[in-house]
Nanobody, 123 residues
Framework: QVQLVESGGGLVQAGGSLRLSCAAS????????MGWFRRPPGKAREFVAA????????YYADSVKGRFTISRDNAKNTVYLQMNSLNPEDTAVYYC????????????????WGQGTQVTVSS
């Protein structure tokens, strides 16, 4: 069983930055692919970014490419999402997820999910 706990969400003005963290309680973190998803208000969950176990492969949604960066620290069992140049369309609950397979952009590929952290971007 893998428990994931997100942190770092909050209220920020458009153009600002936030860094989300997701701490995993597992000894096998370094073998897991990790992903970030988000659910905007009134909309379906959508893929944001993913990273392989070794950080060698990353994927991004087109809407965040060039603004968001996913990274991980296997020594700390933590994955990060650095979000820059935020805009109101980035307002959502952000979730991290873990997969025991190659990183994927599809939510069904992930086995474990955190509870989410709210990010609100004001205009």
């Amino acid at each position: 069983q893998v428990q994931l706990v997100e942190s770092g969400g909050g209220l920020v003005q458009a153009g600002g930055s936030l860094r989300l963290s997701c701490a995993a309680s597992t000894r096998t973190f370094s073998s897991l692919s990790m992903g970030w998803f988000r659910r905007p208000p009134g909309k379906a969950r959508e893929f944001v970014a993913a990273i392989s176990w070794s950080s060698g492969v990353t994927y991004y949604a087109d809407s965040v490419k060039g603004r968001f960066t996913i990274s991980r620290d296997n020594a700390k069992n933590t994955v990060y999402l650095q979000m820059n140049s935020l805009n109101p369309e980035d307002t959502a609950v952000y979730y991290c997820a873990a997969a025991s397979k190659w990183p994927d952009t599809q939510a069904f590929a992930y086995d474990y999910w955190g509870q989410g952290t709210q990010v609100t971007v004001s205009s």
